[in-house]
């Protein structure tokens, strides 16, 4: 159950942190738009506004919060993902198990009106379902 929990916190980190590549993208273009020159009401001439050093300052800036908001989310779609996997795993495991052992109980004269292969496949496909829900489905609903 931690597992889980933590999976989808980092599911929940990988979501939350596509708004911030947008917002971050707009402050960038926002900074880079500016005009290179400004009216002078006083002066009656164009004044240069163009700051080079406060534009590097800016885009550096910029650049590292993008770069380590990547890496979290690399991070977090990476533990997200593994933690889901390992937990659906143990979870189709846990159902195959048990079935099997309900199968097991049940009377000569069921398992003999059954098929083998009816038998199997309801053990090898109908828990991979559950897998599918559980591992992939719930990530992107988590992230969404």
Not at 1 to 14: E, H, Q, T
Not at 25 to 31: Q, V
């Amino acid at each position: 159950r931690p597992l889980v929990i933590v999976s989808l916190c980092a599911a929940g980190a990988v979501g939350a942190a596509m708004p911030m590549f947008g917002r971050i993208t707009a402050e960038a273009a926002n900074d880079f738009s500016r005009s290179p020159a400004s009216y002078h009401q006083v002066l009656g001439a164009w004044v240069p506004s163009y700051d080079p050093v406060a534009i590097v300052g800016t885009a550096g800036r910029l650049y590292c919060i993008l770069l380590g908001l990547g890496v979290l989310v690399y991070v977090s779609v990476v533990l997200s993902l593994w933690g889901l996997n390992k937990a659906s795993e143990q979870l189709v495991c846990h159902l195959r198990i048990t079935g099997l052992a309900a199968m097991l109980r049940q009377d000569m004269s069921w398992i003999d009106k059954q098929s083998t292969g009816a038998l199997s496949g309801q053990l090898a496909s109908d828990v991979l379902f559950i897998k599918d829900l559980t591992c992939n489905r719930l990530a992107s609903t988590v992230q969404s």
